[in-house]
């Protein structure tokens, strides 16, 4: 092979676990790459927005309204993914099944979130979308929201019926991942709805011990706020007190709280 050969191919083996790692938790792609040879003509209309064009190959029989094109994608999640409302509208009032996925068992609604298309994500809600979907990741439509830290998309889930102690593979509940993600005033946000602050993650981690591990001084003096449980070890033996200890960022402070807080209990 040479040495150019083995050094290419060595590049190539090192990009393909980058590749793998960068998405082993779904986050770091919203949008869809899409080809032109992997739609048909209504998907191609529902990313165009050009609802005359989808009314078109419907009644020339060219395409129903569910179809998939070679990703598993329907014309509602290419909508929903291009923020193409007004498609979204058309396709719902044609009873399109609204729960379908992708290649990612993704729902239009987690597409919707994703990517951030409020007025989309609005219109499936409101015609009845289950927003408690897990894609391929165990994350639902919440876990988008709250990564995206978009408070207002998370309240209106929410109110739809979310459930905002869903786990992702990591064990993340939707505070959890706020936490560990340093998602500020979403976990202020998070807070008020009292969510479970004895859940734990894959590694035993509560919302505390990730705020300390994470240095994260802000969101410790929330959580301590709320009464949460300072002795918690998690699977390493490590309390949050440890991991302030260990943290460089404001340790003694942090140090401080919570051993002023264990003191109380």
Partial sequence: MGVRGSFLAACGRRMATWR????????????????????????KAAIAGDVNK?????LLGLNDVNDRDKKNRTA????????????????????????????????????AVQCQEA?????????????????MYGNTALHYAIDNENISMAGKLLAYGADIEARSQGGHTSLLLAVNRKKEEMVAFLLKKKPDLTAIDNFGR?????????????VVYQLLQHNIDVFCQDISGWTAEDYAAASKFQATRLRNDIRGRARKA
Avoid: W
């Avoid at 396709?91 to 990612?104: G, H």
């Avoid at 011990?209 to 001084?217: K, V």
């Fill in 54 to 58: 989808l009314l078109e190959s419907i």
């Fill in 76 to 111: 509602l999640h290419l909508a929903c993914a291009h923020g193409r409302p007004g498609v979204v509208a058309d396709l719902v009032a044609r009873k399109c099944r609204l729960n379908l996925t992708d290649s990612e068992n993704r729902t239009a609604l987690i597409k």
């Fill in 119 to 135: 007025v989309c994500a609005s219109i499936l809600l409101e015609h009845g979308a289950d927003p408690n979907v897990r894609d």
């Fill in 206 to 218: 509560t919302a505390l011990i990730l705020a300390a591990r994470n240095g994260s001084t802000s």
């Fill in 20 to 43: 793998k790692n960068r998405d082993k938790d779904g986050f770091s792609n919203s949008g869809y790459r899409v080809r032109q040879k992997d739609l048909g003509m209504i998907h």
